[in-house]
């Protein structure tokens, strides 16, 4: 199981950025996904989840509105897109999937998930 999240970079305030989360051992189709941050001196969050059908899907507060997340099960890619873009958006961002497919704790953190990609750094500068 390997994840690889990629898209990260500086942006200014009110900027967009799409984060792709790249799967590869297993099939994407089958497991739910979701999106953490980790701001310096923060605890990782969870800002975006998506069940394998795509029919549940999570946005902590702070983010409705603003991301979207998406999947695209034949590419085994999923997306966070990432518009409006304010200062405490900055973090290193993560894509994860819990350990077993068709699995979904109902909540989007850390617990539930098994599996993670190594992250990607979002920059937003006032």
């Known amino acids: 199981v390997q994840l690889q999240a990629s898209g990260g970079g500086l942006v200014q305030t009110g900027g967009s950025l799409r984060l792709s989360c790249a799967a590869s051992?297993?099939?994407?189709?089958?497991?739910?996904i979701g999106w953490f941050r980790q701001a310096p001196g923060k605890v990782r969050e969870g800002v975006s989840c998506v069940t394998w059908s795509g029919g549940s899907t999570y946005l902590a507060d702070s983010v409705k509105g603003r991301f979207t997340i998406s999947r695209d099960n034949a590419k085994n890619t999923v997306y966070l897109q990432m518009n409006s873009l304010k200062p405490e958006d900055t973090a290193v961002y993560y894509c994860?999937?819990?350990?077993?497919?068709?699995?979904?704790?109902?909540?989007?953190?850390?617990?539930?998930?098994?599996?993670w990609g190594k992250g990607t750094q979002v920059t937003v500068s006032s």
């Open positions: 051992g297993f099939t994407l189709a089958y497991y739910a």
């Open positions: 994860a999937v819990p350990r077993s497919h068709h699995y979904y704790s109902g909540s989007c953190i850390e617990s539930g998930m098994g599996y």
